[in-house]
């Protein structure tokens, strides 16, 4: 059915003001404000409709994606309404337009709908979420983790202590922090508080980590989270986390998308015969992001199958581990070229990461079949 009625929503933790547009034309009105709360949005939909005598399919609705989350677009789809989630930077704004308020936000937003202006973002479904928080905060953890370590070696080398060992935080490093005196009581009490802090958020990475495995047999995506680890580089966590941010990858018909997704791509400033390329974009999933850097500096080795790679692609189908295979080669091969050029190699890494991506692309498709092969559609 013809949509009648764009609705533009400014989602606060306690309010939603609404704005709205008739496809016949015509400047964009302040409705009013909603409360927050699920009976509240039900109430303000069933008043909408009376005052513009339209149906449900008849209204489709946006709002910026934000620290609501997915809660609210979720509640609407169960409800029956047309609701689409934009990132807020990808909202376009006028040059020198300076006043902000709720209310301009709304109108906003309603008239960029109507013109068709706005590109959603993927609503990922519940359980990939949930996963998603779980994997998010073992990256919480992880990166408490490396700001309690920095500020106990900090501390240490402030007091002149200084580690002659090979490696940092390993139980022999740990061993040697914990006998230490300090020269001072308060000084031996910081050290201490220091060490319980580490002790403890190693702890935590570690139960996370668990849980984490514990889940993945009953997640739905495990078959995809299986055929990631049998490539190099890729752990139950690592894959778990890739595969929990990017939900499912058949809404990218290219591997270029799912690289611009992921802002791999690099900047372009180009006119007439000029051509300038920057960094990378950094647009999309950082998490996504950072894993797939992490994982793809694995491949600076020699493409070979470890005893421990061999043991994560035992099950898998002999397509999947040519894919993982093919990967290895390929990505190694391009990691050498580049390290020919002597290029950093934090820009190499990003390079392989990027490539990785296409890999990765076709691991999902690839799984997808085999999966629809089993289950017979």
Known sequence: MKIKLYVGLDVHKNSIVVATALDRGGEPQAYGKWGGSNLAVERGLLKLRKSFGVDKSEISLVYEAGPSGFVL??????LGYHCIVVAPSEVPSKAGDRVKTDKRDARKLARLHRAGELTAIHVPAARD?????LCRARTDAMQALARAKQQLGMFMLRNGFRYDGKTNWTQAHL????????????QQLVLEEYLLEVDALTQRVARIEAHMIELLPSWERE?????????????????????????DLSRFTHPRQLMGYLGLVPEEASSGERR?????????NGHARWMLIECASHYSHAPRVSPQLSARQAGQSREVRA???RAQNRLNARFKRLAARQLHRNKIVVAVARELCGFIWELHHQVSAEVDQKTGA
């Open 129 to 133: 979420e949930a996963v998603r928080d």
């Open 223 to 247: 078959p995809y989270v299986r055929a990631l680890m049998a490539c190099k580089g890729f752990k139950e966590v690592a894959a778990m986390t890739v595969i929990s941010e990017l939900g």
């Open 323 to 325: 894919i993982a295979w």
């Open 175 to 186: 061993n040697y922090l914990r006998r230490t005196p300090m020269p001072h009581p308060a």
């Open 276 to 284: 300038r390329q920057g960094g990378i974009t950094k647009t999309g």
């Open 73 to 78: 677009v979720r509640r609407l789809s169960q």
